[in-house]
């Protein structure tokens, strides 16, 4: 086809959410026929995100400032605390605009098939934000699969004690639904619609 370097690229695309070889073949010819308007800017935003953006160390969200944009904004009430399994939720949540708390990213779920445990995942961060006192709730957005909820149940049962409601996202999320692909509706129904966990 068009030699090693656009092989290469389509590889890359390929890896991407979303898109397979055939979808990656269309975005590189896209890419390489419009280079000036589409495949150079593409390569500098991609320059820019890589020196530019990092972990949050409050909460674990990605963004160019640390602590991020949300952990540093005063009018969010610090007081509530959303859990999610990963930064896309975050986002998702975030971009639908009902939860004007804070957020902490736990990177993944407990899965003992998968040999994910509670130390392989944020939970001691999360803990001892609670513990340093002022948290008043603590939504536990996590998916509705049995990973989802069985790490729930486990952060429920550590949170309670600490004198700290403990509520789960309600209506909207379907059983085996992945938060950062549904629409903002659903997301805004589910956040409102929370119960005690």
Do not use: F
């Not at 445990?117 to 609670?130: C, F, K, N, T």
Request: glycine letters at 14%; proline letters at 6%; charged letters at 20%.
């Amino acid at each position: 086809m068009g030699g090693p370097e656009v092989e290469r690229l389509i590889a890359l695309l390929a890896k991407l959410p979303g898109l397979g070889p055939r979808s990656a073949r269309r975005a590189a010819l896209k890419l390489l026929t419009e280079p000036e308007t589409r495949l150079r800017p593409l390569a500098a935003a991609l320059t820019a995100a890589v020196g530019a953006v990092r972990t949050c160390r409050v909460c674990g969200n990605l963004d160019s400032q640390d602590p991020c944009a949300i952990c540093a904004d005063p009018d969010r009430d610090g007081a509530v605390i959303c859990v999610v399994e990963g930064v896309g939720e975050l986002w998702a949540l975030d971009r639908a605009g009902v939860h004007r708390g804070r957020y902490h990213v736990l990177g993944g779920v407990l899965s003992p098939l998968a040999g994910i445990g509670p130390e392989d995942l944020h939970l001691a961060p999360l803990l001892a934000r609670v513990e340093a006192g002022g948290v008043r709730e603590v939504i536990l957005a996590l998916g509705a699969t049995v990973d989802g909820a069985s790490t729930a149940h486990w952060l429920a049962d550590r949170l309670r004690p600490l004198g700290v409601s403990v509520t789960r996202l309600g209506q909207g999320v379907p059983i085996g639904g992945a938060l950062d692909v549904l629409d903002d509706g659903t997301l805004a129904a589910a956040l409102r619609g929370r119960r005690s966990a």
